[in-house]
């Protein structure tokens, strides 16, 4: 099992940009997949963006072009930069994990774009 841990999330306003955070427990080359997913108000919780161990990227059609994630393999971190954001980008945002078929989740971080 992997624990997640997101960091702060918060209010900006359209257009703005923001970075969250995501503390693996153990050594991210062990896990296949991380990724981001997130869940708006009265939504399902969707696919945002995944980066894989061997570095590919892929990311919902909603927000490709506009958000990067990236990893740090020293210090067993995710990151989404979060550009040009829009209203509609409102959402808990959600760290995980997957490998060997399981799927670990961090507790989610609040995201407000609102002016």
């Known amino acids: 099992q992997v624990q997640l841990v997101e960091s702060a999330g918060g209010l900006v306003q359209p257009g703005g940009s923001l970075r969250l955070s995501c503390a693996v427990s153990r050594s991210i080359f062990t896990v296949a997949a991380m990724g981001w997913y997130r869940q708006g108000p009265g939504k399902q919780r969707e696919f945002v963006a995944r980066?894989?161990?061997?570095?590919?990227?892929e990311f919902a059609n909603a927000v490709k072009g506009r958000f990067i994630i990236s990893r740090d393999n020293a210090k067993n971190t995710v990151q989404l930069q979060m550009n040009s954001l829009k209203p509609e980008d409102t959402a808990v945002y959600y760290c995980n994990a997957r490998s060997l078929g399981r799927d670990d989740w961090g507790q989610g971080t609040q995201v407000t774009v609102s002016s």
């Open positions: 980066i894989t161990n061997s570095g590919t990227t």
